[in-house]
């Protein structure tokens, strides 16, 4: 059974920066990992900021983020990363981690192509 763990949430100023971890998402042989990064704020619908595939090479962000916002991942850790900068109020919000085995290098901004998610940890910015 996979488990993905969260960490690195909290709060801080705009212009800031944190970087969130999850462990748990391992390598599996024949089948290309899939990692995302989703966050939800209150009343609204969970969306995707970034993914991750093929070792690193495939990647994909929301353009909401793109160039402060940067996903990576350790094989050797087992472990996804998302570097935030230059953080804006609007970037509050509880943030997820996910994960899938895909047969293909697809990296997605879509929650349904997820199957194991991570409970989740806060990220606030104050203006």
């Known amino acids: 059974q996979i488990q993905l763990v969260e960490s690195g949430g909290g709060s801080v100023q705009a212009g800031g920066s944190l970087r969130l971890s999850c462990t748990g998402a391992?390598?599996?042989?024949?089948?290309?990992?899939?990692g995302g990064w989703f966050r939800q704020a209150p009343g609204k619908a969970r969306e995707g900021v970034a993914s991750?595939?093929?070792?690193?090479?495939?990647?994909a962000y929301d353009d909401s983020v793109k160039g402060r916002f940067t996903i990576s991942q350790d094989n050797n850790e087992n472990t996804l990363y998302l570097q935030m900068d230059n953080l804006k109020p609007e970037d509050t919000a509880v943030y997820f981690c996910?994960?899938?085995?895909?047969?293909?290098?697809?990296?997605?901004?879509?929650?349904?192509?997820?199957?194991?998610w991570g409970q989740g940890t806060q990220v606030t910015v104050s203006s």
């Open positions: 991750i595939s093929n070792g690193g090479s495939t990647q």
């Open positions: 996910a994960a899938a085995w895909t047969m293909n290098a697809t990296a997605t901004l879509l929650p349904e192509s997820y199957k194991y």
């Open positions: 391992t390598n599996t042989a024949n089948w290309y990992f899939m």
